[in-house]
């Protein structure tokens, strides 16, 4: 009678190896939710308890993934591989008359170039009463303390955008022999702090630059991952709640 054997942890490693990409033959970037990094504001859906988007354990400040939940304090912040940059012009309804994503706008249209800020509010209104919401969207690889790196994207809007010219700045003063280095090829670490003006308070991102990759597989995986997003080969949906995050000012 033969044997059954238990196959060891090795052989199923090889195993799952040879079988990469199964089961996902038909599945594009259209089928994936990127998750989008975010601070917990004072009015953000994560420390409502009735709220489906709410989060045990979460504070004011803290950092979050917008898919799994997972959420690290503003302390702590997160270590991250910047990919690839953009900046959005997002039209959404305004939060009077209820909210809501429209759609994305070109900076050559004769919406955006009819744009006039409110006075009042600040916002940048539409010629249809809705509001533009200038984005900037960073595409990176969250660094987990295992080692693995997940796609994310970070946006900022608003009083963040200086936020991200800055890190912008950062990023290209990194170079070697006078040459400009990819932005793929630095660790920055992003932590949250206490920021306001006279209109209110909130938490803004604060961003430091952490130190150059020392893995070629991380680079390497990090530059496959900019080629993708280059050439349209990954894209990204905004989720329903695109606006649901947004400092007041």
């Given at each position: 009678?033969a044997e059954?054997?238990?196959?060891?942890?090795?052989?199923l490693?090889?195993?799952?190896?040879?079988?990469?990409?199964s089961?996902?033959e038909?599945?594009?970037?259209?089928?994936?939710?990127?998750?989008?990094i975010?601070?917990i504001?004072a009015?953000?859906?994560?420390?409502?308890?009735?709220?489906p988007?709410?989060?045990?354990?979460?504070?004011?400040?803290?950092?979050?993934?917008t898919?799994?939940?997972k959420f690290?304090?503003?302390?702590e912040?997160?270590e991250?591989?910047?990919?690839?940059y953009?900046?959005?012009?997002?039209e959404?309804?305004?939060r009077?008359?209820?909210?809501g994503?429209?759609?994305?706008?070109?900076a050559?249209?004769?919406?955006v170039?009819k744009v006039?800020?409110?006075?009042?509010?600040?916002?940048?209104?539409?010629?249809?009463?809705?509001e533009?919401?200038?984005?900037?969207q960073?595409?990176?690889?969250?660094?987990h303390?295992?080692?693995?790196?997940?796609?994310?994207?970070?946006?900022?809007?608003?009083?963040?955008l200086k936020?991200?010219?800055?890190?912008?700045?950062?990023?290209?003063?990194?170079?070697?022999?006078g040459?400009?280095?990819?932005?793929?090829?630095?660790?920055?670490?992003?932590?949250?702090?206490?920021?306001g003006?006279?209109k209110?308070?909130w938490h803004s991102?604060?961003?430091?630059?952490?130190?150059?990759?020392d893995?070629?597989?991380?680079?390497n995986d990090?530059?496959?991952?900019?080629t993708?997003?280059?050439?349209?080969?990954?894209?990204v949906?905004?989720?329903?709640?695109?606006?649901?995050?947004?400092?007041?000012?």
């Amino acid at each position: 009678m033969a044997e059954n054997k238990t196959p060891s942890s090795t052989d199923l490693i090889k195993a799952f190896e040879a079988d990469s990409g199964s089961g996902f033959e038909e599945m594009s970037s259209a089928d994936i939710q990127i998750p989008f990094i975010r601070i917990i504001q004072a009015l953000s859906p994560q420390l409502k308890k009735t709220d489906p988007g709410f989060i045990q354990g979460a504070s004011q400040g803290d950092i979050f993934n917008t898919v799994t939940k997972k959420f690290w304090s503003a302390e702590e912040g997160i270590e991250v591989i910047p990919i690839y940059y953009q900046l959005k012009l997002l039209e959404f309804v305004p939060r009077t008359q209820g909210g809501g994503f429209v759609g994305e706008l070109n900076a050559a249209s004769p919406e955006v170039q009819k744009v006039v800020r409110d006075k009042d509010t600040g916002l940048e209104l539409l010629d249809n009463g809705n509001e533009l919401v200038r984005t900037a969207q960073h595409y990176v690889k969250v660094i987990h303390k295992d080692g693995t790196l997940e796609n994310a994207i970070v946006d900022m809007k608003k009083t963040q955008l200086k936020k991200s010219r800055g890190w912008n700045s950062i990023m290209m003063m990194q170079k070697s022999n006078g040459v400009t280095l990819p932005s793929f090829s630095n660790i920055y670490k992003l932590t949250s702090s206490e920021d306001g003006n006279d209109k209110g308070s909130w938490h803004s991102w604060s961003i430091s630059h952490a130190r150059q990759i020392d893995s070629m597989e991380a680079y390497n995986d990090a530059k496959g991952t900019h080629t993708s997003i280059k050439s349209g080969e990954m894209r990204v949906a905004l989720p329903a709640d695109a606006n649901s995050d947004e400092v007041p000012f």
